[in-house]
């Protein structure tokens, strides 16, 4: 029985061996996440969104494709994201960056982590500071502007429940609008629910990010 089973696995691992690559099974291939959900049909907006994706950045993210079982989520996904990233704000697309990464590194999320790291080190020009703020953000040389926005995303992710109103206060001393403070928790929770989503699932990174802006 024994010789029988070593046999029959021996003539498998040949067989794996000797296929095309065509033929190699998803198995072999970098998963996006560790659940089997299958791709929906994408909706006309969502196909030109990721083809926006590859003309901008060469690739679509690994996040979009994992959300893309479900349109409406995706959708809803997208929507919120660019929103909160992209959109018109007294913070800077770095700064929100900047906030991305710090909640990431709290919760040590791994597909967090990599990408936004290497959105601070695009945007910035600073790889050094990009690595800074993925192993810890207070060994970088921020502005207290800086410092006291990402000691405020840090509290939101840790002890959202302490936070009073010294705590906005010391933020508008600092210049931050009202507005401005709501884009901060706003951005802080959202990573939040990302970073927990991302490494429930086991998300990977695209291999991309890895090398950009070193």
Not at 125 to 131: F, K, Q, S, T, Y
Not at 160 to 186: M, N, P, Q, V, Y
Not at 200 to 207: L, T
Request: aromatic fraction near 8%; glycine fraction near 2%; include cysteine.
């Amino acid at each position: 029985m024994a010789a029988t089973m070593a046999a029959t696995a021996q003539a498998k691992k040949t067989r794996a061996s000797e296929a095309p690559q065509s033929q190699v099974t998803a198995v072999d291939l970098p998963h996006v996440t560790a659940l089997d959900l299958p791709q929906a049909e994408p909706t006309p907006a969502m196909q030109a969104y990721f083809q926006k994706c590859r003309d901008k950045i060469g690739f679509v993210p690994n996040v979009l494709t994992a959300y893309a079982f479900d349109m409406a989520k995706l959708e809803a996904f997208v929507a919120f994201y660019n929103d909160l990233m992209l959109a018109p704000s007294g913070l800077s697309k770095l700064e929100r960056e900047m906030i991305a990464v710090a909640v990431s590194s709290e919760n040590k999320c791994f597909y967090c982590l990599t990408a936004h790291g290497a959105a601070v080190r695009q945007l910035s020009g600073d790889p050094v500071l990009g690595e800074m703020m993925v192993m810890n953000y207070r060994a970088a040389e921020l502005s207290l502007r800086q410092r006291a926005m990402l000691d405020f995303a840090v509290k939101v992710t840790n002890a959202s429940h302490t936070i009073e109103e010294s705590d906005r206060a010391h933020l508008r001393k600092l210049g931050f609008s009202d507005r401005d403070i709501w884009d901060i928790a706003a951005v802080a929770s959202f990573f939040n629910m990302s970073n927990r989503m991302a490494s429930a699932v086991d998300m990977r990174p695209n291999h991309e990010y890895h090398a950009q802006t070193r």
